[in-house]
């Protein structure tokens, strides 16, 4: 049973580029969270989805974030316009349901470095 | 707000031997989760360990434990007889029961000294 699968590891855009981050749950998983990891630091929470459905982004930047799940595909977090204060870690989890006993799952990560 | 504290930015250990990281976090509430996840230099995150704040007793997971004191807010976590492969960033979080969002402890960088 493969893991939660993120691609690319490793993006390098420059100033003003658009960024796109996929995530693909583990299998029978249909909730996915994105957190985002800036250096010597924890996590922060971005975004929580469902198929199709946005459930909570309160931690998403209001501008130049948005991030999608669709009925088919992975989840997408999608950057417009980086700036050098995007370069991070962006991790992305899955659970089985919307309010699991406790565990995430989570990918190993896209390192997003903008020059 | 919920806020998650380590206050050990670092911690070495020589191999074999037993370390502990600490944890304290701020909460209101009396039904949550708390975990402590592995962060190797491949980066993923890995779950070493959880405890429901309903259950008294401690959780453990072969060479890992934890010390839950509630009333006092600590979660602390005790590696017993240390390998190389523990050598890791070491995170505390913490769940409310009724939200799905982690909060994050800063992180502590374990080394272990052969």
């Known amino acids: 049973n493969a893991g939660v699968m993120q691609n690319p590891r490793h993006l390098v855009r420059r100033r003003g580029q658009e960024a796109r981050l996929r995530c693909s749950p583990m299998k029978g998983h249909s909730h996915v969270y994105w957190y985002r990891q800036l250096p010597e630091e924890g996590l922060k929470f971005m975004v929580y989805?469902?198929?199709?459905?946005?459930?909570?982004e309160s931690g998403m930047p209001k501008e130049r974030f948005s991030a999608e799940f669709p009925k088919e595909g992975p989840s997408i977090l999608r950057i417009q316009q980086v700036v050098r204060g995007d370069s991070a870690a962006y991790f992305c989890a899955s659970s089985p349901r919307a309010s699991p006993t406790g565990e995430l799952f989570f990918g190993e990560g896209s390192r997003l470095t903008v020059l | 707000a919920q806020t998650v504290t380590q206050s050990q930015p670092e911690m070495s250990v020589q191999e074999a031997e037993t370390v502990t990281l600490s944890c304290t976090y701020d909460?209101?509430?009396?039904?949550?989760?708390l975990f402590w996840y592995k962060q190797p230099p491949s980066r993923q995150m890995i779950l070493v360990i959880r405890?429901?704040?309903?259950k008294q007793q401690n959780a453990t997971e072969n060479r890992f434990s934890v010390n839950f004191q509630k009333a006092a807010k600590s979660f602390s976590l005790k590696i017993s007889d240390s390998q190389l492969g523990d050598a890791a960033m070491y995170f505390c979080a913490y769940r409310m029961d009724s939200n799905y969002q982690l909060i994050w402890g800063a992180g502590t960088k374990l080394i272990i000294k052969p």
């Open positions: 405890q429901e704040a309903y």
């Open positions: 989805l469902q198929k199709e459905n946005i459930i909570d």
């Open positions: 909460t209101s509430e009396s039904d949550y989760y």
